[in-house]
């Protein structure tokens, strides 16, 4: 072999190596993407799930408050009306 074909031989094996090396490189950051994506769904998941419940919550909150408005809007009497209007018409005579 000549000085100038190991020399170009040499150029062809320290490109492969160089290859191989950004391919390994690019394996491993894929991989780490891959696991801060599960990490990322996985608090996705416990954030809707939180939510459903404060969602539930609310709608428990909303029945009570409009069961206890509506009984509490039957006991209170309709005659206070008809008081104030038999006031008011014998002050116009």
């Given at each position: 072999m000549t000085g100038v074909e190991s020399v170009i031989l040499g150029i062809i094996i320290g490109t492969l190596?160089?290859?191989?090396y950004s391919l390994r490189v690019l394996?491993?950051?894929?991989?780490?993407?891959?696991?801060?994506?599960?990490h990322?769904?996985?608090?996705v998941?416990?954030?809707l799930k939180t939510e459903n419940q404060i969602l539930e919550e609310e709608e428990k909150i909303e029945k009570m408050l409009?069961?206890?408005?509506k009984s509490s809007s039957k006991k209170?009497?309709?005659?206070k009306?008809?008081?104030?209007t038999k006031k008011k018409s014998s002050k116009k005579k």
């Open positions: 190596a160089a290859i191989v394996v491993l950051m894929e991989r780490r993407i891959a696991r801060i994506d599960s990322i769904e996985a608090l998941l416990k954030v409009t069961s206890s408005k209170k009497p309709a005659k009306k008809a008081a104030t």
